[in-house]
Structures are given as structure tokens and as C-alpha cells.
């Protein structure tokens, strides 16, 4: 059985981080998200990859090859001009071939037990196709699923409230027949002007087609914004085989799990409370505090008398000293100075809200920082608001707050105003 994996998307809900990489590149316990995916498929005995790219697919390309430093083989093709994932998947058919086969969107974390049983179901049941599901608790917000018994008879788009037939949400795991490139060609235009792949899998079922569902109960997760690469390294840490390959100096306490790679070095005085992972050739401390489900890339400096929360902070970035990084997302690059706050919880109480796409979304958090885009820099003394997005090679200057969000490529400085008086000290 072939893999097909969808990969050309922006990832525009996922910006800043997006601007400088596709979003299958992004770093989840300290590799890409599309390794996961392969290393999954992998497992599972499917080593005929095709990927199709489209947005930075260089990036995509560099990183993968052709498959032969993962063990599988891959081939990319290529969607120019997107039109929706019904168009992604007819681009496909003829590398495919006529036999079943496996179809991921590129942007969903899922554990790698999950391709091995939905596989055994579908040679077990022999059905036309599997469409994956997860139950959730706000179905208004997916596609989800009306069945009865295994077979899916319906596809209905964010319900309104209270109206879903099921909980189950489509969870963007297949596995096709070839008959879905037939009703590929016959899908009409959808509201978003796009071809939609659901559309191609109501026609199946509305020509009698078997449909069967396959749910999900172990890991998933759809990346769709910043914060849920938060999410995603607090699902996978707690379990994730972490091993220190690091130099610990004297008084240094660690309470696993906490994975430390080769040359990193831990100075003394540090504090870990796992689960942690941190990356190769990073120099933390001394007397830092990183507390559980934080990741640091490779090369990330830590300075003296740092705390560091349930964030992750990317490769070559700096954290220096008398600094609070909570429930931040770092980009590469960064370089922050010293006595950097990140605020990450509202005096005001309730879920911390931010803007995606200009529109205020709640990312239904208590607790969520600062994101900061790749290679930008603050002076000392900055305090960023709970939510707040910096985007990519941005500048602050010293003692600021920021309230607000940062466009790329923006310098901002302090404006502020010196008073002098004559003055005369008396007893």
C-alpha cells in the first residue's frame, strides 16, 4: 500500500511560524511534524511515500530527499494552483495506481499505533474506503460523521450547535479505493470555491459505496494554530523515550523524564521537573528552572536565573538571564534580552484570546504567552502581554510593554521623556 500525504498548504492560521518554513516543517518534540508522520507510516509497514507540496515546497524537499535517510521512498508532486484537497488527491492518481491506498492531511499528529490498526481494520472488513474519526466536544467546529454501525452515511460540515448527529469528527486519515478518483472528477465547485474531498466521499456513499469509520482513541491532534504545538509536546512528552546524552555539572536536580542531546551542557544549580526535552549543544544555566513540558531546540541558550514553562523555544534561540518564559512559543533565532517577561495569564481571569488572520480567537488556554517569529530580538526589560504575536524579523527596543501584536519586520522603540529639576536636599 502507497501513503499519500497532503503538504502544499500556506498554514496562514499558523503564522508567524509559517512565513519562514510550511507548517509540516514545524518542530513538535524536537522534529517535524511530517517525521512523525513518516515514522508512522513507516512502522506500519508503508514505505511508497508521495507528498504533495506546494507552498515553500523547496523547504519540503531539502528536508526529505527521496526518502532513502528515513527508510521509505518518496516522490513529490506538485499542486501549482490549489484548489481544494479533492484536486490534491486527483493530482495523485497516476503515481497511485489502481491498488487502495493511505491519504493524511500533512498538518495532523497522530500516534503511530493508530496506522498500524486502521490498516488491519481495512484488510479485516474489506470495505470500499475508511474514513478515521475523533470524538469531540464541540463538533460545531468540524466536519463530523452520522452512521450506523460501522458504515458512515453522512458528512455534515460544522453543524450548528446542538444539531451534529455524532460527536465523531473527520480526522483527516483515510484509507481509498480507487474509485475516489472517479468521483474526484465528478465533485462540483463547494461554497469556498474549492473542491472539497469530502464532497468525492458523499458521492461513494450516496452510490452505495461502503464506507467504514475507524475511531481514533489514541493521540490526535490537528495543527492548526500557534498554540497547538503547545498541545502537541504535552501529549507526546509524558511518554516520549527521553535519555540524557548531555553534561550535568554538580548540584544540578533533575526529576525525570528529561531528555538532555549530546553536547548540552547543564550548569550548576539548575532545576528540571520533567517532563522536558532539550535539545543538542544548548548551554543552560546557571540556577535556571525549566519546568515541565518545555522543549528546546538545538543550540538554545539559557541564561542565569531563568524560568522557563510549558513552552517551546526553537533552535538558536537565546533566553538570557532573569528571564520568564511561560506558555510561549519561540521561534528560531530569537534573541531575547535580559529580564524578558512573557505575561501568560490574565488578571482579568478567562481564556487568553489572539489574533489569527485578524480575527480574535479564543484559544480556550488559561495560561498562553508570547509567539514570537523567527529571528527577532528584544532589549531588556520587555514584558509581553498574554496572547501577543510577534511576527518574524521584528525589533523592540528596552523596557517596553506590548500590549499589542507586531507586523514582520518592524522596529519599535520606546518613546519616552526625562524631567530635570533644580534641587536642593534638605534635613
Sequence with gaps: MKALLLCAGKGTRLRPFTFTRPKHLLPIVGKPLIKHIIDGLKAAGIKDIIILIGYLDKLIKEYLGDGSEFGVNIEFVNQDDPKGTAQAVGLAEEIIGSEPFF??????????????????????KKPHSILSVYSVEDPSKYGVIAKENDKVKKIIEKPDPGSAPTNLANAGVYIFSHDIFNAIKRTKLSKRNEYEITDSIQMLIDDDFEIIDFEINSIWKDIGVPWDLLEANELLLPNWPLENRGIIENNVTIKDPVGIGEGTVIRSGSYIDGPVLIGKNCDIGPNCYLRSNTVLGDKVRVGNACEIKASLVMSNSKIPHLSYIGDSIIGRNVNLGAGTITANLKFTKGSVKAYIKDKRVDSRRKKLGAIIGDNSQSGIGVTFMPGVIIGVNCVIGPNMNIWEDIPNDTLILPKEETIKKDWTFKN
Design 103 to 124: 491519504m493524511q492531511y500533512g498538518d495532523v499528529l497522530i500516534s503511530a499505533d493508530v496506522y498500524i490498526s486502521i490498516i488491519k481494520k481495512f484488510e479485516k
